[in-house]
C-alpha cells in the first residue's frame, strides 16, 4: 500500500484536473447555447427560401437549372467526380465525436478515386494528412465560430467547383443533434439538388394556383436564389456540427468528473487506512518503548 504522502499527492492532482474538466464543462454549456440561438435566429430566412423553390418548382416542374439533376442525365459511376465537404473540430476531448464522423466520411472516399476533399476543421486535416489523402481545400478558422460570412465563403468555393465542372456532385459529412443527450454523423447530397425533394407531395383539390411574376426569368431567378440556399445549408450544418461539438465535450467532461470524483472517493478510503496504519504503529511503538523502559528500571 502507497503511504498517506504519495496517496494525498495523487488527490490533489485529481482534485486539479477536476477543476480543469469543470471549467469545460461550463464553457461548452455556454457555446452550445450561444449556437443554438444563432441557429433559430436564422432559420425562418432559408426556410423561405426553400418555401419559394417550391412554389416556382410547382408552377414550373420542367423549368432547366444547372443545380437541380436532370432526370434523363446518364451517370458513369466510374468517371463521376465527388467533392466531399468534411467538417470535423479543432480539437479533440470531445468524446467519439471527430471519431465517428471521420470514420463515416471514410467509408465513402476509400472506394471513390476521383474524390476531391474539402476539409474543415484541423482535426480532420491532420488525419487526412497521415492518411497520406490529397486535401483539395482546407477551410481555417471556421468550425470554432460558424457565421453566415464564412459560410458564405464555403459555399462561393463549392459552387464555383460545381459550375466549372471540376466536380459533378458535392457531398456534405457532418454532425447532427438528435436530441439533447445524442448527436449522429451525417452523410448527404449538397448539389445537384433533387427536384421531388422541393415538391409538394399532397396538393389540396381546390387549392388555387396564384400568379407570380419572375424577372427576368424562371432560372435566373432560381440562379439566384439556389446559392443563398445552400449557403443556409451549410450555415446550418456548421453550427449544428459546432453544437454537436459542444455537446459531446460536455458530456465527455461530465464523464471525467464523475470518474474523478469516484478515484477521490476510493483514495479517501485508501488515505484513512494509510494514516490509521501510521497511527497505530506509532502508537505501537510509543507502548513499546515505554515497557522497555519499565522493564529497565526494575
Do not use: C, W
Not at 25 to 36: C, E, N, Q, V
Not at 120 to 131: L, P, T, V
Not at 152 to 164: F, G, H, K, Q, W
Request: glycine letters at 4%; hydrophobic letters at 40%; proline letters at 4%.
Amino acid at each position: 500500500m502507497a503511504n498517506a504522502r504519495e496517496i494525498r499527492d495523487r488527490m490533489r492532482s485529481i482534485q486539479d484536473t477536476m477543476k480543469i474538466t469543470n471549467a469545460m464543462y461550463m464553457i461548452s454549456s455556454s457555446k452550445l447555447r450561444r449556437a443554438k440561438k444563432a441557429l433559430a435566429n436564422t432559420e425562418p430566412y432559408f426556410y423561405t427560401l426553400q418555401s419559394t423553390m417550391s412554389r416556382i418548382l410547382r408552377h414550373l416542374p420542367e423549368m432547366h437549372s444547372e443545380y437541380f439533376r436532370d432526370p434523363n442525365a446518364v451517370i458513369d459511376e466510374h468517371t463521376i467526380r465527388r467533392a466531399y465537404v468534411v467538417v470535423t473540430a479543432d480539437k479533440g476531448m470531445a468524446g467519439a465525436y471527430n471519431h465517428n464522423i471521420l470514420k463515416l466520411a471514410e467509408e465513402h472516399i476509400q472506394n471513390d478515386k476521383n474524390a476531391k476533399l474539402y476539409v474543415i476543421g484541423e482535426i480532420g486535416r491532420h488525419y487526412f494528412q497521415q492518411k497520406k489523402l490529397p486535401i483539395a481545400h482546407q477551410f481555417h478558422y471556421t468550425i470554432q465560430n460558424p457565421t453566415l460570412s464564412r459560410a458564405r465563403n464555403i459555399s462561393e468555393t463549392l459552387i464555383d467547383a460545381y459550375r466549372t465542372k471540376k466536380v459533378d456532385e458535392i457531398y456534405l459529412v457532418y454532425t447532427s443533434m438528435k436530441n439533447a443527450m445524442t448527436e449522429e454523423a451525417q452523410f448527404m447530397r449538397l448539389l445537384p439538388l433533387e427536384r421531388p425533394d422541393f415538391m409538394i407531395k399532397d396538393i389540396p383539390v381546390d387549392l388555387p394556383m396564384e400568379h407570380i411574376a419572375m424577372k427576368p426569368s424562371p432560372e435566373a431567378v432560381m440562379g439566384q436564389i439556389v446559392p443563398d440556399y445552400i449557403v443556409g445549408y451549410i450555415y446550418s450544418a456548421l453550427v449544428e456540427a459546432y453544437a454537436s461539438e459542444q455537446n459531446a465535450r460536455l458530456m465527455a467532461m461530465q464523464a471525467a468528473a464523475d470518474n474523478a470524483s469516484a478515484i477521490l472517493q476510493e483514495l479517501g478510503t485508501l488515505y484513512n487506512r494509510a494514516r490509521q496504519a501510521a497511527i497505530t504503529q506509532e502508537i505501537t511503538e510509543v507502548i513499546a518503548g515505554a515497557k522497555a523502559q519499565k522493564k529497565g528500571k526494575n
